[in-house]
């Protein structure tokens, strides 16, 4: 199957040149002194309200919540955090959001035909969108400034690469949230480095049940030598159920926890990709900020890549201390 070319991203040098110009809004004159002639107010706040797909609880997005409440404190910005898996429950949230007329609005779309409406809604009426995590593919084109996240395909791939590298050939990719076409993308990423990838359906609320399901396709299937589990909650779960089933399996997963970052130590899991929560919270309230104050448009039409990086027993420990601390 072919696919499409990855979207080229934003560099780090645009990005901090985009945090760069938001310090500048201070005016700060070489004697500390404003200087009202060379920056705009930093007077103008507002409401930035962020709907994902999220579910409560989940430690990914708690990460990415912390993240955007931390970019409005320190920009003196109000943010709003909404979360539901079910696409149309997420689009009346956004409805909802938008009647309110808030300065911005953050959207992950897992499910992007599902919110398509709404989002468009949303630019319709005026209001900057940015998109993160979800929804890469279509953000420009339901007229979204950016999108914040990384490409779900090509880590996928590096994925492959690397289990491929550790010798495995046979590998079960676990999808946790149905109709999620982010996941489905991080399998068929690994499917075009490895010799066979099988996706496994599980549910995300009920991660006993997951285990259990891991398990029994690993005691089924011998020649399963690999698993790859999207989500740090069943990369868990994956770990324990390979141990029950003889533990011959290389796990894998992306996506970073502390108890993740645990068992990356002890070998119990080869790898995580992570592609930085904190920052798809953060980043967009910086760049939603810039707009409103200043009228710049970051991203070009382009996204901004917060990931894939390589967690691996050579730097779990560092990654560890700031997982612990609720910002990876």
């Not at 938008?98 to 959207?107: K, M, S, Y």
């Not at 740090?232 to 894998?252: F, I």
């Not at 309230?285 to 382009?302: A, I, M």
Request: proline share 4%; net charge negative.
């Amino acid at each position: 199957m072919s696919h499409a070319r990855p979207t080229r991203p934003i560099s780090n040098t645009t990005t901090a040149l985009a945090l760069a110009g938001l310090l500048a809004l201070t005016g700060c004159s070489g004697t500390g002194a404003i200087d009202d002639n060379r920056a705009p107010s930093t007077s103008v706040t507002g409401t930035i309200a962020v709907i994902t797909h999220g579910t409560p609880g989940d430690n990914f997005w708690d990460v990415v919540k912390s993240g955007a409440e931390q970019a409005a404190a320190d920009l003196d910005m109000r943010v709003t955090y909404q979360g539901d898996g079910d696409p149309v429950k997420q689009s009346q949230l956004i409805d909802a959001a938008v009647a309110g007329d808030p300065a911005g609005l953050i959207v992950s779309m897992a499910n992007p035909d599902g919110v398509r409406a709404a989002v468009e809604s949303a630019v319709a009426a005026g209001i900057p969108v940015v998109t993160i995590n979800a929804g890469l593919e279509q953000s420009a084109e339901f007229g979204a400034l950016t999108h914040v996240g990384q490409s779900e395909f090509l880590a996928g791939q590096a994925a492959g690469e690397r289990l491929a590298e550790a010798g495995a050939n046979n590998v079960i990719c676990v999808i946790h949230e149905a109709g999620n076409v982010s996941l489905e993308e991080r399998c068929a990423g690994a499917a075009d480095k490895l010799d066979t990838v099988t996706n496994l359906q599980v549910d995300i609320a009920n991660l006993a049940d997951a285990q259990n399901t891991i398990r029994s396709s690993l005691l089924a299937d011998p020649s399963i030598d690999g698993v790859l589990s999207l989500n740090p909650g069943v990369a868990v779960s994956a770990a324990q159920a390979n141990t029950e089933a003889g533990g011959t399996a290389l796990v894998a997963t992306f996506d970073v926890s502390a108890d993740v970052t645990s068992l990356i130590t002890d070998g119990s899991i080869l790898f995580a990709l992570d592609q930085q929560p904190y920052s798809q919270g953060y980043l967009p309230v910086v760049f939603l900020t810039l707009k409103l104050r200043n009228g710049d448009t970051v991203g070009g039409g382009q996204p901004v890549y917060s990931g894939p990086g390589f967690v691996t027993t050579e730097n779990a420990g560092q990654v560890a201390e700031f997982a612990e601390r609720g910002t990876r």
